[in-house]
């Protein structure tokens, strides 16, 4: 039996003409190497709508082109550090498609791109500044065998 390969036409119109030339189901599924429902569906589908085409996929049709998840991945690639939600108003004002922020998100993952929030880092008052220059000054000449000294590396509570 096969292991769910999909037909191509060619081979499906075959079915089909042996079928309509009066050569039995049982027959066909061993010549083809296929189980007695692909046989018979492909009949039903044949008498039903006099075509072999396969019927669109299930589930939920998708809110973007490939064309349109070509555009999120180079507007995601030119501006680095945009949110998803900041590519989803740049798609809504190139295209006029409306789509989540969580619905960008999966096209760029799609693609191998990350959408992420970029981090804001607190920056550093100039009393911090001075005081880590100051230590950085005073500890220049150490080498790596001198270490902090053993009482700056204990613990406030432990001594």
């Known amino acids: 039996m096969s292991n769910h390969q999909r037909l191509d036409d060619g081979m499906r119109w075959r079915i089909v003409g042996r079928l ?6 049982v027959q066909i599924c061993r010549e083809f190497n296929l189980t007695p429902s692909v ?5 039903k589908q044949f008498q039903d709508t006099g075509s ?3 019927k669109p996929g299930q589930g939920r049709p998708r809110a973007t082109t490939a064309r349109e998840d070509r555009y999120l991945s180079i ?6 550090g945009a949110t998803s939600s900041q590519l989803s108003r740049d798609l809504y004002a190139a295209t006029g498609t409306r789509v989540s922020r969580v619905t960008v998100s999966k096209r760029l993952r799609e693609t191998g791109l990350f959408a992420r929030r970029p981090a804001v880092c607190v920056p550093l008052t100039s009393t911090n500044r001075r005081v880590r220059l ?11 065998d001198q270490g902090l000294p053993f009482s700056s590396l204990m613990s406030p509570g432990s001594a």
Do not use: F, K, P
């Open 20 to 25: 309509e030339a009066g050569q039995s189901r």
């Open 39 to 43: 046989v018979c569906n492909l009949w």
């Open 52 to 54: 072999i085409e396969r």
């Open 75 to 80: 507007i995601a690639r030119r501006n680095r």
């Open 134 to 144: 100051e230590w950085c000054i005073e500890h220049r000449d150490w080498s790596m």
